[in-house]
């Protein structure tokens, strides 16, 4: 959490990635599975740096065996013989590190450029034919028909020549992907060497231009992801037997889609024809900004390893999802298209507002507070035995819905069973989403043994209670 979710580092930026599974000591928390930990790459006093250049492209790359070979298909080999998926990906980058002052002062630079432009295979989209605008120019006097003509001709498309009102069209569906990692690192060693001072820069941008597609002309979107991570820590030498390191983190992640022309809404026919509009139904928004204090106290006497800290965490979450916002309406087939005959229509409205007629506010404003605390040791018993045991304290805490838009509880009526006679009502206040226990106390042991004198082969064990995050 240091460094905020979704943060991409390039892997020329890595001066050390770990893993650990399982068993982990009581340092480490909020998952029950796996721990990732990425150590970036400093300066120092002599320069050093890496340039490369990642190239792939439909005329080097080999076909893959699903693709070239074949598969099995009711015990008999079925050739496939297809050909490769168009692909052109550039993906450029460099890291950079050296001295600004001797002995003092180091800098590190990373920068990578991911640039991809393939192809699915072709799919099929049924669409309105040559034969069904005919239809429709013939009819002047009809203002239905002239209002479904008109929106076609607003939004070209490859128009299928058929004589049935609808006809199929092949389409390789765009994968596109734009991304910029940038990571900057300073180092400093005050006189005395007592601390060690470090600071962070990270930024990913990502775009995916046609992350919403559609075959007419003015209903693409782009998916943005942008995040950014502020670090600073310092490191301090205490005693000779005693380190202490305390970090500060500031991150902001931005997630977001729009929903091209709001103002048509969704359209869908009931025989398969794709008629004109968005192929998503609501535009979309998170933001999240975090801001983290961590600290932890190394103390190592005698034979033993002991370990005291924990952290702080404040994160704000914006957003939206207006599902239902602009309407949709789903039509029987093109005839009723073209007559203004929808099957039905639905629309999202303010349920607290009934009988009155609104559409609802869609957008949330969340708030969260975490905190966890630990105590741990590590003791060697023995040259071949070692144990670890320690305790650990998570606080997950509750969102609150900060915003001016409140969610609505669900109220049951007095001396009723179930939801019979249940009302909907807005939360009063910042009301948290659910009520928090404050009862993630976990228990953490473990231990090794060497089997033989020169320590190869190890035999582990571990007990620990772990808490997952409820998703927020």
Known sequence: LISGPLATVAPEAMQEYRISTSTFSAEYGGTGGVLANAVTRSGGNHGHGIGYLYVKNTEIDANDFQRNCGCWLVGTLTPQSLPRPPLHEL???????????????????????????????PVSILLPSTAFLALLANSPGDPNAVRALNLLRSYPYPVPNSPYLAASESFSLPSFLDRILLLERLDYTPAGGIHHVMARVAASLVERPQFIWSPYQGFDAPLDENTFSVMGGVTSNLSPRRINEARVSWSSDDLSWDQPHPEIPSLSSGDGVVLPGSLSSYAYRNRSRAFELNDQLVWSPGRHLVKFGGGLLFRGIVGYLTYGQDGEFVFPGLPQFAASEPLTFSVALDRAALPNVQSPSFDRQYADTQFHLFAQDTWRATPRFTINYGVRYENYGAPRNTGPAKDLLVQPAAGATGLAGATLVPESGNQPVYSADNLGWAARLGASYALTRNGRTLLRGGYGIFYDRPYD
């Open 91 to 121: 993906q450029p980058g460099f890291q950079a590190g050296g001295p600004l002052r001797k002995d003092r002062l180091y800098a590190s630079t990373s920068l990578e450029y991911l640039r991809s432009r393939s192809y699915g295979d």
